[in-house]
Structures are given as structure tokens and as C-alpha cells.
């Protein structure tokens, strides 16, 4: 991956988490690398020239992961009668756009093991989040055209990547996060006390890893996109993106994510029908995508969220593009 330029202005953001977190960072980010297969896949994905058959040719390098998709191509999901058992015909069925959103979110899961999280915390629901996240940022992308469908994918993927560090790599810190939060210390309000900020811690990650710098400010600032010194549109993106998951019954628990309906609006230049409709698509699409992500991560026993009643209060927001803080 090309080198990246490190944002300006930010290298004091060390210094707003834990002491102990801070120095074991560059540690976990030399130890939990992205497979090399993540790399490659996310240089292919920033390049608007890819084609199918250059992501085939990745995946056939990392037989685990082809192996994955061909059993993703042939989940009821895709109604096959006779099963796929070859690489390129599962392609087929997948098709380009989803095989790169299973290819990076396979790969993600496989990087951080979520099985053994704190008690009390849902692992899965927090994959399911960033599943959904990075899902509905990808269509909202298409839709606005406020950046590339890939990018916003990607950042929707990783943008809680710091809660992903501190559930699998510092649990004693997490669990006093928990022992906060079930006090009824919001979410934010308890990281920021202990020095845990998990956008920072997130950023922080991203940056060792020399992501491109279009998802660093996409982590950092996707609670607060008005923030964000460059351009805002990603983080603008994925924070609507994270509040949707939310209503869509797919949340990351412990928060509860607002965003500034009219300023993002007009950000993205999103019409108020436009987001209506993008809604109504999302109440039905998500349900039916949402077991092929359950397989993804080798698991089948949780009810489908659907709780599409909460989107209500969004799309009348969106009507009226009242909405200053929308939850
Ligand atoms: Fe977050
Ligand atoms: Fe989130």
C-alpha cells in the first residue's frame, strides 16, 4: 500500500488515551497486522480500474478465503439449485460489488477473534454493526455520489475498529468501560474518563497500519464529521450510515450514535425524498442480506433484527429536513 500522509495537527491524540493502551498500540498494530490478503484487496478496491478477475486472483492466494466465498455463494440467500464448487462461478453469483464487501469483511473477522469477548458484551452484534455500517455507507455513496461506494465501504467496515482493539486486545479496561456505561455513564462520556476513546484508539490504528488517510478521518470524526478537517463527506457518510444501523435494529449497543440531519443533508447533498426512499429500500434489503453476514461469521442463531419501526422518526426528519440532532 502506497504511503500514506499522516494528518497534521493530530499527534497529540496520543495523549488523550490510557497510558497503558498508548503503549501497547504500536505494539498490537505491529502484532495484529491486516493479512497481507487484506492489503492487496484493499489496494485493488481503491482502484477504480479492478475487475473481477483481479479480485479472483487474490483469492485463489488465500485458499481459507476462497473456500469462504464459495460457501457464502451457496447459501439460500442466492436460491441455487445446484451447488457452486469453483472459485469463479461462485464470483458469478456473488457478483463483483458484494464479493467486495464479503471478501473485507471475512478477512476483518478473521483478523480480530470476537468469540472470547467480555461478559456481558455481544461480539456478534458488533460485527453485525460494522457489517450493516459499512453496507448501508456503501449504498448511501452510490446514491449521493459524495465519494467512491469503496471507500465509504471500507470506513464503514473499520469505523469501530478501536472498540474492536479494546474488546479483543485490553479486556480489563474494557470491562471497567462496562462497569461505567452499566452504571449509566453514556457510552462516550465513560471512554473519554478512562482515556479509552475508541475513535481515537481507532485512528491510532489505522494510522500504524498506514491505512490511507481517507479512512483515518472517516474513524476519528465519525461521531463528530463536522470536525473533520478534510474532506467531511466519509465521515458525514458513515455517521448517518451508523445511525440508520441503529434504527435498523443492528446497533453497536453501548452507543447511541446522533448525527445533524440538515448539516448532512446538505453535505451530501441529499435530497430530502431521496433519503426517504434510500430508507424504504433499506427496511426491506437489510433483513434478507442479513443472513448471508450471519454465515459469514459461522453463525446462525440470531433473530433477524428487523425493527424498522424506529426508522419512523429518521424519515420524518428527512421529510421535514427538521431534525437538528436525530437519535
Ligand atoms: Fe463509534
Ligand atoms: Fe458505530
Not at 52 to 72: C, F, G, R, Y
Not at 120 to 135: K, M, N, P, Q, T
Not at 152 to 176: C, D, N, R, W, Y
Amino acid at each position: 500500500m502506497a504511503e500514506t500522509r499522516r494528518p497534521t495537527g493530530r499527534d497529540d491524540l496520543e495523549n488523550q488515551i490510557d497510558a497503558q493502551v498508548a503503549h501497547r498500540l504500536p505494539d498490537i498494530g505491529r502484532l495484529v497486522s491486516l493479512p497481507h490478503t487484506m492489503y492487496t484487496l484493499l489496494s485493488l478496491l481503491m482502484d477504480e480500474s479492478t475487475q473481477a478477475k483481479d479480485l479472483q486472483s487474490v483469492l485463489e492466494q488465500d485458499p481459507a478465503l476462497a473456500a469462504k466465498v464459495i460457501s457464502l455463494s451457496n447459501s439460500a440467500f442466492y436460491g441455487l439449485a445446484t451447488p457452486v464448487s469453483t472459485l469463479d462461478r461462485a464470483i458469478l453469483i456473488i457478483g463483483f460489488k458484494e464479493l467486495e464487501f464479503m471478501a473485507m469483511g471475512l478477512g476483518l473477522s478473521e483478523t480480530f477473534d470476537l468469540s472470547q469477548v467480555p461478559r456481558g458484551f455481544d461480539g456478534e452484534g458488533l460485527w453485525l454493526h460494522s457489517l450493516s455500517v459499512s453496507w448501508i455507507a456503501r449504498e448511501l455513496a452510490v446514491i449521493t455520489r459524495a465519494c467512491e461506494p469503496s471507500e465509504a465501504m471500507i470506513t464503514g467496515l473499520l469505523h469501530e475498529l478501536g472498540v474492536i482493539i479494546l474488546v479483543s486486545k485490553f479486556p480489563q479496561q474494557f470491562h471497567e468501560l462496562l462497569e461505567l456505561t452499566d452504571a449509566g455513564v453514556p457510552f462516550l462520556d465513560a471512554e473519554t474518563s478512562l482515556g479509552l476513546r475508541h475513535t481515537v484508539i481507532g485512528y491510532l490504528l489505522a494510522r500504524n497500519w498506514n491505512l490511507p488517510e481517507i479512512f483515518q478521518e472517516g474513524i476519528l470524526y465519525h461521531h463528530d464529521p463536522k470536525k473533520c478537517p478534510g474532506r467531511n463527506e466519509i465521515a458525514a457518510l458513515v455517521n448517518l450510515a451508523d445511525s440508520l444501523a441503529h434504527k435498523a435494529g443492528y446497533p453497536m449497543k453501548l452507543e447511541d450514535p446522533s448525527v445533524d440531519l440538515a448539516w448532512t443533508m446538505d453535505t451530501l447533498k441529499l435530497a430530502p425524498p431521496t433519503l426517504q426512499n434510500f430508507i424504504k429500500i433499506l427496511m426491506t434489503s437489510l433483513p434478507q442480506v442479513q443472513p448471508v453476514w450471519l454465515q459469514m461469521m459461522r453463525s446462525g442463531t440470531r433473530k433477524p433484527a428487523g425493527d424498522t419501526g424506529s426508522f419512523s422518526s429518521l424519515m420524518d426528519s428527512a421529510a421535514g429536513k427538521h431534525g437538528k440532532t436525530a437519535r
